[in-house]
Protein backbone atom coordinates (compact mmCIF):
# COMPACT_ATOMS: atom_id res chain seq x y z
CA UNK A 1 0.00 0.00 0.00
CA UNK A 2 1.28 3.39 -1.00
CA UNK A 3 1.09 6.58 1.36
CA UNK A 4 -0.20 9.44 -0.26
CA UNK A 5 1.12 13.00 0.91
CA UNK A 6 -1.57 15.90 1.81
CA UNK A 7 0.28 18.85 1.68
CA UNK A 8 -2.72 19.63 4.51
CA UNK A 9 -3.12 16.70 6.20
CA UNK A 10 -0.04 14.68 6.41
CA UNK A 11 -0.33 11.05 5.33
CA UNK A 12 -4.10 9.98 3.80
CA UNK A 13 -3.01 6.49 5.32
CA UNK A 14 -4.50 8.16 8.95
CA UNK A 15 -7.39 9.00 7.36
CA UNK A 16 -8.70 5.74 5.50
CA UNK A 17 -7.53 3.62 8.11
CA UNK A 18 -5.75 1.25 6.62
CA UNK A 19 -8.14 0.35 2.99
CA UNK A 20 -6.35 -0.77 0.19
CA UNK A 21 -5.96 1.27 -2.62
CA UNK A 22 -3.36 1.61 -5.76
CA UNK A 23 -2.71 4.22 -8.29
CA UNK A 24 -0.57 2.09 -10.29
CA UNK A 25 -1.57 1.57 -14.28
CA UNK A 26 -4.52 2.99 -15.59
CA UNK A 27 -7.55 1.40 -13.16
CA UNK A 28 -7.92 3.97 -10.53
CA UNK A 29 -10.02 2.67 -7.23
CA UNK A 30 -14.18 4.24 -7.30
CA UNK A 31 -13.99 7.30 -5.17
CA UNK A 32 -10.34 7.32 -4.52
CA UNK A 33 -8.52 10.25 -2.47
CA UNK A 34 -7.51 13.20 -4.46
CA UNK A 35 -3.77 13.37 -3.58
CA UNK A 36 -3.44 17.35 -4.95
CA UNK A 37 -5.45 19.80 -4.28
CA UNK A 38 -4.31 21.45 -7.24
CA UNK A 39 -5.13 18.44 -9.00
CA UNK A 40 -7.62 16.40 -10.65
CA UNK A 41 -10.24 14.23 -8.73
CA UNK A 42 -10.55 11.59 -11.77
CA UNK A 43 -13.11 9.34 -9.78
CA UNK A 44 -16.20 10.95 -7.98
CA UNK A 45 -17.93 7.36 -7.65
CA UNK A 46 -19.91 8.72 -11.18
CA UNK A 47 -19.68 8.00 -14.74
CA UNK A 48 -18.32 10.25 -17.54
CA UNK A 49 -19.91 9.22 -20.69
CA UNK A 50 -17.14 8.95 -23.50
CA UNK A 51 -14.47 8.86 -20.91
CA UNK A 52 -13.86 5.19 -20.34
CA UNK A 53 -13.09 2.21 -22.71
CA UNK A 54 -14.76 -1.22 -21.53
CA UNK A 55 -12.92 -3.98 -21.11
CA UNK A 56 -13.37 -7.32 -23.20
CA UNK A 57 -15.52 -9.35 -21.14
CA UNK A 58 -17.29 -6.23 -19.80
CA UNK A 59 -20.89 -5.00 -19.81
CA UNK A 60 -21.80 -1.04 -19.39
CA UNK A 61 -25.18 -1.24 -18.56
CA UNK A 62 -27.07 2.77 -18.57
CA UNK A 63 -30.91 3.05 -17.22
CA UNK A 64 -32.24 5.19 -19.87
CA UNK A 65 -35.65 4.81 -18.34
CA UNK A 66 -36.65 3.72 -14.84
CA UNK A 67 -39.98 4.86 -14.80
CA UNK A 68 -44.06 4.47 -16.16
CA UNK A 69 -46.17 5.10 -18.85
CA UNK A 70 -47.20 8.08 -16.92
CA UNK A 71 -44.45 10.98 -17.46
CA UNK A 72 -42.51 12.81 -15.18
CA UNK A 73 -39.20 14.48 -16.25
CA UNK A 74 -37.68 12.96 -13.35
CA UNK A 75 -37.81 9.53 -14.69
CA UNK A 76 -38.64 8.16 -18.71
CA UNK A 77 -39.84 5.14 -19.38
CA UNK A 78 -38.29 1.83 -19.45
CA UNK A 79 -34.94 1.45 -21.23
CA UNK A 80 -31.51 -0.16 -20.55
CA UNK A 81 -28.39 0.66 -22.86
CA UNK A 82 -26.06 -2.19 -22.92
CA UNK A 83 -22.37 -1.59 -23.98
CA UNK A 84 -20.31 -4.56 -24.56
CA UNK A 85 -16.40 -4.98 -24.66
CA UNK A 86 -16.80 -6.32 -27.79
CA UNK A 87 -18.06 -2.78 -29.52
CA UNK A 88 -21.85 -4.10 -29.76
CA UNK A 89 -24.31 -2.16 -27.83
CA UNK A 90 -28.06 -3.11 -27.43
CA UNK A 91 -31.09 -1.19 -26.07
CA UNK A 92 -33.49 -3.22 -24.04
CA UNK A 93 -36.79 -1.63 -24.40
CA UNK A 94 -37.21 2.08 -25.67
CA UNK A 95 -39.90 3.35 -23.43
CA UNK A 96 -41.52 7.07 -24.08
CA UNK A 97 -39.00 9.68 -23.02
CA UNK A 98 -36.13 7.45 -23.21
CA UNK A 99 -34.38 8.94 -25.86
CA UNK A 100 -33.63 12.14 -23.88
CA UNK A 101 -31.46 9.93 -21.77
CA UNK A 102 -29.81 7.93 -24.20
CA UNK A 103 -29.00 11.41 -26.62
CA UNK A 104 -27.18 12.50 -22.98
CA UNK A 105 -24.64 9.60 -23.12
CA UNK A 106 -23.51 10.98 -27.39
CA UNK A 107 -23.20 7.90 -29.06
CA UNK A 108 -22.89 8.44 -32.80
CA UNK A 109 -26.52 7.22 -33.57
CA UNK A 110 -24.35 4.29 -36.35
CA UNK A 111 -23.66 2.62 -33.52
CA UNK A 112 -27.38 2.57 -31.26
CA UNK A 113 -29.20 0.38 -34.32
CA UNK A 114 -29.74 -2.64 -32.22
CA UNK A 115 -33.44 -2.87 -30.45
CA UNK A 116 -34.88 -5.59 -28.17
CA UNK A 117 -38.52 -4.73 -27.22
CA UNK A 118 -39.99 -7.24 -24.45
CA UNK A 119 -43.81 -6.02 -25.39
CA UNK A 120 -45.58 -3.19 -27.01
CA UNK A 121 -46.79 -1.08 -24.35
CA UNK A 122 -45.73 2.38 -25.17
CA UNK A 123 -44.18 2.88 -21.92
CA UNK A 124 -41.66 -0.22 -23.35
CA UNK A 125 -41.49 1.62 -27.27
CA UNK A 126 -42.83 4.75 -27.44
CA UNK A 127 -39.91 6.65 -28.12
CA UNK A 128 -38.95 4.62 -30.36
CA UNK A 129 -40.13 7.29 -33.08
CA UNK A 130 -37.27 9.46 -31.35
CA UNK A 131 -34.30 7.16 -32.28
CA UNK A 132 -35.97 6.38 -35.77
CA UNK A 133 -36.60 9.31 -37.06
CA UNK A 134 -34.08 12.10 -34.81
CA UNK A 135 -31.20 9.18 -35.39
CA UNK A 136 -31.74 9.57 -39.10
CA UNK A 137 -31.58 13.68 -39.07
CA UNK A 138 -28.33 13.26 -36.77
CA UNK A 139 -26.69 11.76 -39.30
CA UNK A 140 -27.26 7.19 -39.10
CA UNK A 141 -26.48 6.23 -42.22
CA UNK A 142 -27.83 2.79 -41.91
CA UNK A 143 -31.22 1.33 -40.77
CA UNK A 144 -32.63 -0.02 -37.28
CA UNK A 145 -32.89 -3.71 -36.73
CA UNK A 146 -35.64 -4.64 -34.13
CA UNK A 147 -35.85 -7.42 -32.10
CA UNK A 148 -39.18 -8.20 -30.98
CA UNK A 149 -41.66 -11.23 -29.64
CA UNK A 150 -45.22 -12.61 -31.97
CA UNK A 151 -48.41 -11.94 -30.43
CA UNK A 152 -51.16 -14.38 -30.41
CA UNK A 153 -52.66 -12.74 -33.36
CA UNK A 154 -50.75 -11.54 -36.69
CA UNK A 155 -52.11 -8.26 -35.49
CA UNK A 156 -50.34 -8.39 -32.07
CA UNK A 157 -46.94 -8.71 -32.64
CA UNK A 158 -43.97 -6.40 -33.23
CA UNK A 159 -43.79 -7.03 -37.48
CA UNK A 160 -47.16 -5.60 -37.18
CA UNK A 161 -46.16 -3.08 -35.09
CA UNK A 162 -43.02 -1.65 -36.77
CA UNK A 163 -45.35 -2.66 -40.47
CA UNK A 164 -47.83 0.31 -39.13
CA UNK A 165 -45.22 2.44 -37.16
CA UNK A 166 -44.11 3.44 -40.76
CA UNK A 167 -47.46 3.76 -41.93
CA UNK A 168 -48.20 6.23 -39.31
CA UNK A 169 -45.27 7.92 -39.78
CA UNK A 170 -45.76 8.01 -43.40
CA UNK A 171 -45.42 11.69 -43.72
CA UNK A 172 -42.21 11.93 -41.52
CA UNK A 173 -40.56 8.91 -43.87
CA UNK A 174 -41.60 10.28 -47.28
CA UNK A 175 -40.12 13.79 -46.48
CA UNK A 176 -37.21 12.04 -45.05
CA UNK A 177 -36.52 9.64 -47.37
CA UNK A 178 -36.58 12.80 -50.00
CA UNK A 179 -34.53 15.38 -48.31
CA UNK A 180 -32.20 13.13 -46.42
CA UNK A 181 -31.80 9.59 -47.98
CA UNK A 182 -34.12 6.82 -47.46
CA UNK A 183 -32.05 4.01 -46.05
CA UNK A 184 -31.23 5.21 -42.13
CA UNK A 185 -35.24 5.61 -42.25
CA UNK A 186 -35.56 1.29 -42.78
CA UNK A 187 -36.15 -0.61 -39.90
CA UNK A 188 -35.35 -4.54 -40.10
CA UNK A 189 -37.80 -6.63 -37.78
CA UNK A 190 -36.72 -9.75 -36.22
CA UNK A 191 -39.93 -11.28 -34.86
CA UNK A 192 -39.41 -14.63 -32.90
CA UNK A 193 -42.15 -16.86 -31.12
CA UNK A 194 -43.50 -15.14 -27.61
CA UNK A 195 -43.86 -18.79 -26.54
CA UNK A 196 -40.42 -20.25 -27.29
CA UNK A 197 -38.55 -20.95 -23.84
CA UNK A 198 -34.79 -19.97 -23.88
CA UNK A 199 -34.57 -20.23 -27.44
CA UNK A 200 -31.84 -18.18 -29.27
CA UNK A 201 -33.02 -15.01 -31.00
CA UNK A 202 -29.78 -13.29 -31.06
CA UNK A 203 -26.18 -14.83 -31.18
CA UNK A 204 -23.14 -13.02 -33.08
CA UNK A 205 -20.06 -12.06 -31.90
CA UNK A 206 -20.02 -13.74 -29.33
CA UNK A 207 -23.15 -12.83 -27.73
CA UNK A 208 -26.10 -14.84 -27.73
CA UNK A 209 -29.70 -13.34 -26.36
CA UNK A 210 -32.29 -15.70 -25.32
CA UNK A 211 -36.23 -15.29 -24.43
CA UNK A 212 -38.50 -16.75 -21.98
CA UNK A 213 -42.00 -16.06 -21.95
CA UNK A 214 -43.55 -13.26 -19.43
CA UNK A 215 -46.71 -13.29 -17.95
CA UNK A 216 -48.21 -10.11 -18.53
CA UNK A 217 -51.54 -8.28 -19.40
CA UNK A 218 -52.11 -10.70 -22.70
CA UNK A 219 -50.11 -12.68 -24.75
CA UNK A 220 -47.01 -11.70 -26.43
CA UNK A 221 -44.67 -10.36 -23.74
CA UNK A 222 -41.00 -11.35 -23.33
CA UNK A 223 -37.77 -11.28 -20.85
CA UNK A 224 -34.70 -11.79 -22.58
CA UNK A 225 -31.56 -13.43 -21.27
CA UNK A 226 -28.58 -11.90 -22.78
CA UNK A 227 -24.93 -14.27 -22.02
CA UNK A 228 -21.45 -12.56 -23.00
CA UNK A 229 -17.91 -13.47 -21.95
CA UNK A 230 -19.18 -16.02 -19.51
CA UNK A 231 -21.98 -13.12 -17.86
CA UNK A 232 -25.17 -13.55 -17.69
CA UNK A 233 -27.84 -10.41 -17.73
CA UNK A 234 -31.37 -10.55 -17.95
CA UNK A 235 -33.58 -7.77 -18.40
CA UNK A 236 -37.43 -8.71 -17.46
CA UNK A 237 -39.17 -5.94 -19.23
CA UNK A 238 -42.92 -6.59 -18.03
CA UNK A 239 -43.90 -9.68 -15.88
CA UNK A 240 -45.32 -10.78 -13.00
CA UNK A 241 -43.59 -14.06 -11.46
CA UNK A 242 -43.20 -16.87 -13.40
CA UNK A 243 -41.66 -20.15 -13.72
CA UNK A 244 -39.61 -19.43 -16.65
CA UNK A 245 -37.40 -16.35 -15.19
CA UNK A 246 -37.35 -19.02 -11.82
CA UNK A 247 -35.62 -21.63 -13.87
CA UNK A 248 -33.79 -19.59 -16.51
CA UNK A 249 -32.70 -16.83 -14.01
CA UNK A 250 -30.64 -19.02 -12.50
CA UNK A 251 -26.88 -18.48 -12.02
CA UNK A 252 -27.67 -14.43 -13.35
CA UNK A 253 -25.04 -12.07 -12.24
CA UNK A 254 -27.12 -9.11 -12.66
CA UNK A 255 -31.26 -9.12 -13.32
CA UNK A 256 -33.61 -6.29 -14.10
CA UNK A 257 -36.56 -6.70 -12.70
CA UNK A 258 -39.75 -4.68 -12.38
CA UNK A 259 -40.94 -4.20 -8.56
CA UNK A 260 -44.24 -2.12 -8.60
CA UNK A 261 -45.07 0.30 -6.03
CA UNK A 262 -48.05 -1.03 -3.34
CA UNK A 263 -51.13 -0.91 -3.89
CA UNK A 264 -51.86 2.09 -2.02
CA UNK A 265 -49.40 4.56 -3.93
CA UNK A 266 -51.32 3.99 -6.98
CA UNK A 267 -54.33 5.04 -5.26
CA UNK A 268 -53.09 7.89 -3.53
CA UNK A 269 -50.41 9.39 -5.75
CA UNK A 270 -51.04 7.77 -9.00
CA UNK A 271 -55.42 8.34 -9.28
CA UNK A 272 -55.56 4.98 -9.60
CA UNK A 273 -59.06 3.46 -8.32
CA UNK A 274 -58.25 0.59 -5.84
CA UNK A 275 -59.82 -1.72 -8.21
CA UNK A 276 -57.13 -1.39 -10.65
CA UNK A 277 -54.48 -0.52 -8.42
CA UNK A 278 -54.37 -4.20 -6.39
CA UNK A 279 -54.45 -5.73 -9.59
CA UNK A 280 -52.05 -3.58 -11.67
CA UNK A 281 -49.80 -3.54 -9.06
CA UNK A 282 -49.63 -7.22 -7.96
CA UNK A 283 -51.65 -8.97 -10.70
CA UNK A 284 -50.27 -8.24 -14.19
CA UNK A 285 -47.25 -6.67 -12.95
CA UNK A 286 -44.80 -7.48 -9.54
CA UNK A 287 -44.74 -5.55 -6.45
CA UNK A 288 -42.00 -5.26 -4.36
CA UNK A 289 -42.08 -7.88 -1.96
CA UNK A 290 -42.86 -10.72 -5.33
CA UNK A 291 -39.51 -8.88 -6.61
CA UNK A 292 -37.91 -9.68 -3.24
CA UNK A 293 -39.20 -13.35 -3.09
CA UNK A 294 -37.85 -13.88 -7.08
CA UNK A 295 -34.56 -12.53 -6.20
CA UNK A 296 -34.13 -14.20 -3.03
CA UNK A 297 -34.83 -17.74 -4.78
CA UNK A 298 -32.42 -16.50 -7.98
CA UNK A 299 -29.85 -15.10 -5.57
CA UNK A 300 -28.00 -13.25 -8.45
CA UNK A 301 -24.59 -10.73 -7.77
CA UNK A 302 -27.12 -8.17 -8.08
CA UNK A 303 -30.69 -7.57 -8.30
CA UNK A 304 -32.06 -4.24 -10.12
CA UNK A 305 -35.68 -2.90 -9.24
CA UNK A 306 -37.04 -0.46 -11.90
CA UNK A 307 -40.48 0.41 -12.86
CA UNK A 308 -42.01 2.56 -10.20
CA UNK A 309 -41.89 6.03 -9.91
CA UNK A 310 -39.68 7.02 -6.69
CA UNK A 311 -38.90 9.99 -4.68
CA UNK A 312 -35.96 8.94 -3.01
CA UNK A 313 -36.02 9.94 0.95
CA UNK A 314 -39.70 10.15 0.69
CA UNK A 315 -42.01 7.61 3.10
CA UNK A 316 -43.09 6.34 -0.16
CA UNK A 317 -39.88 5.41 -1.89
CA UNK A 318 -38.76 4.25 2.46
CA UNK A 319 -41.97 2.08 1.86
CA UNK A 320 -41.12 0.83 -1.67
CA UNK A 321 -37.29 0.05 -0.41
CA UNK A 322 -39.32 -2.23 3.00
CA UNK A 323 -41.37 -4.03 0.45
CA UNK A 324 -38.56 -5.82 -1.65
CA UNK A 325 -36.66 -5.77 2.20
CA UNK A 326 -39.30 -7.91 3.59
CA UNK A 327 -38.30 -10.60 1.66
CA UNK A 328 -34.47 -10.63 0.27
CA UNK A 329 -31.99 -9.15 1.70
CA UNK A 330 -29.22 -9.81 -1.19
CA UNK A 331 -27.31 -7.06 -3.28
CA UNK A 332 -30.18 -4.48 -4.68
CA UNK A 333 -30.03 -1.53 -6.58
CA UNK A 334 -33.33 0.67 -7.07
CA UNK A 335 -33.06 1.50 -10.51
CA UNK A 336 -32.90 5.53 -11.08
CA UNK A 337 -32.56 7.31 -14.70
CA UNK A 338 -28.99 7.86 -15.62
CA UNK A 339 -27.59 4.57 -12.80
CA UNK A 340 -24.85 2.54 -14.51
CA UNK A 341 -23.67 -0.69 -13.77
CA UNK A 342 -20.01 -2.21 -14.46
CA UNK A 343 -20.28 -5.71 -14.79
CA UNK A 344 -17.38 -8.71 -15.15
CA UNK A 345 -16.56 -11.53 -13.71
CA UNK A 346 -14.62 -10.22 -10.81
CA UNK A 347 -16.92 -7.17 -9.52
CA UNK A 348 -20.28 -4.94 -10.64
CA UNK A 349 -19.49 -1.07 -9.62
CA UNK A 350 -22.84 1.04 -9.62
CA UNK A 351 -22.71 4.65 -10.14
CA UNK A 352 -24.36 7.65 -11.88
CA UNK A 353 -23.59 9.26 -14.80
CA UNK A 354 -23.10 12.79 -15.16
CA UNK A 355 -23.96 13.67 -18.78
CA UNK A 356 -25.00 17.14 -20.10
CA UNK A 357 -28.56 18.25 -21.21
CA UNK A 358 -27.34 19.87 -24.03
CA UNK A 359 -26.14 17.05 -26.13
CA UNK A 360 -25.21 17.19 -29.90
CA UNK A 361 -25.00 14.22 -32.21
CA UNK A 362 -21.46 13.29 -31.92
CA UNK A 363 -19.84 12.01 -35.45
CA UNK A 364 -19.34 7.82 -35.54
CA UNK A 365 -16.86 6.04 -38.45
CA UNK A 366 -19.35 6.68 -41.46
CA UNK A 367 -20.94 9.39 -42.78
CA UNK A 368 -24.92 9.28 -44.03
CA UNK A 369 -24.74 9.00 -47.66
CA UNK A 370 -26.32 12.38 -49.87
CA UNK A 371 -29.87 12.30 -50.87
CA UNK A 372 -31.27 9.83 -53.12
CA UNK A 373 -31.70 10.37 -56.96
CA UNK A 374 -35.06 9.33 -58.52
CA UNK A 375 -37.37 9.88 -55.19
CA UNK A 376 -40.52 11.80 -56.23
CA UNK A 377 -40.60 15.42 -54.41
CA UNK A 378 -43.24 15.04 -51.91
CA UNK A 379 -43.66 19.18 -52.52
CA UNK A 380 -45.84 20.54 -54.84
CA UNK A 381 -45.55 23.37 -57.49
CA UNK A 382 -48.49 25.05 -55.59
CA UNK A 383 -46.60 25.69 -52.48
CA UNK A 384 -43.04 25.99 -53.83
CA UNK A 385 -44.47 28.77 -55.66
CA UNK A 386 -45.43 30.43 -52.55
CA UNK A 387 -41.30 30.72 -51.72
CA UNK A 388 -40.72 34.82 -50.99
CA UNK A 389 -37.65 35.04 -52.28
CA UNK A 390 -36.13 38.11 -50.50
CA UNK A 391 -36.55 35.87 -47.70
CA UNK A 392 -34.41 32.99 -49.24
CA UNK A 393 -31.98 35.66 -51.28
CA UNK A 394 -31.42 37.29 -47.56
CA UNK A 395 -29.05 33.80 -46.48
CA UNK A 396 -26.47 33.97 -49.68
CA UNK A 397 -23.66 35.44 -48.05
CA UNK A 398 -24.45 32.87 -45.69
CA UNK A 399 -24.80 30.03 -48.04
CA UNK A 400 -21.57 31.14 -50.46
CA UNK A 401 -19.25 31.12 -47.69
CA UNK A 402 -20.86 27.27 -46.64
CA UNK A 403 -20.55 26.29 -50.00
CA UNK A 404 -17.11 27.75 -50.09
CA UNK A 405 -15.60 25.66 -47.37
CA UNK A 406 -17.45 22.70 -48.31
CA UNK A 407 -16.79 22.40 -51.91
CA UNK A 408 -20.46 22.10 -52.48
CA UNK A 409 -20.35 24.38 -55.59
CA UNK A 410 -21.55 21.28 -58.10
CA UNK A 411 -24.68 20.63 -55.60
CA UNK A 412 -25.54 24.28 -55.45
CA UNK A 413 -29.55 24.02 -55.54
CA UNK A 414 -30.27 27.93 -55.65
CA UNK A 415 -29.86 28.45 -59.39
CA UNK A 416 -32.82 26.31 -59.91
CA UNK A 417 -35.20 28.83 -57.99
CA UNK A 418 -36.92 31.41 -60.09
CA UNK A 419 -36.18 33.27 -56.95
CA UNK A 420 -32.73 33.32 -56.98
CA UNK A 421 -30.84 36.58 -56.92
CA UNK A 422 -26.62 35.52 -56.88
CA UNK A 423 -24.77 37.59 -54.16
CA UNK A 424 -23.04 39.61 -57.07
CA UNK A 425 -26.20 40.91 -58.74
CA UNK A 426 -27.20 42.05 -55.24
CA UNK A 427 -23.59 44.38 -55.13
CA UNK A 428 -24.14 45.49 -58.62
CA UNK A 429 -27.29 47.21 -58.02
ZN1 LIG B 1 -46.29 -3.46 -20.06
ZN1 LIG C 1 -44.21 -1.35 -18.45
Known sequence: MRTIKLAFLGTVVALLGGLAFTFSGPAIPAGSPVSDPTGTAPDRYVYYPGTEA?????????????????????????????????????????????????????????????????????????????????????????????????????DMGTAYAIEHFLKAYNWDKTTRNFKITPVPGQITVHEFDYKQVNEVVYQENGVTIRSIPAIHAGDGPVSFILEYAGLKVIFGGDTAPNKWFIEYGKDADLIIHEAFNPPGVFVTLGNQPPQLAWRACCAFHTSGPSFGKIMSTIKPRLAIAYHSMLDLGTQQYNTYYDGIRSTYDGPLSIGADMMV???????????????????????????????????PDPMSDFIKGGEWGPGFNAQNKLLDEFSERYNLQEQDWRPAEVWYKPEEDDEEN
Open 341 to 375: WNVTKDKITERMAVATKNAWAVPGTTQQPPPQPGI
Open 54 to 154: LEEGEIRIIACGSGMPDQRPAQASACFLFELGNGDKFIFDIGSGSMRNIARLMIPYEFLTKVFLSHLHTDHWGDLNSLWAGGWTAGRPVPLEIWGPSGATE
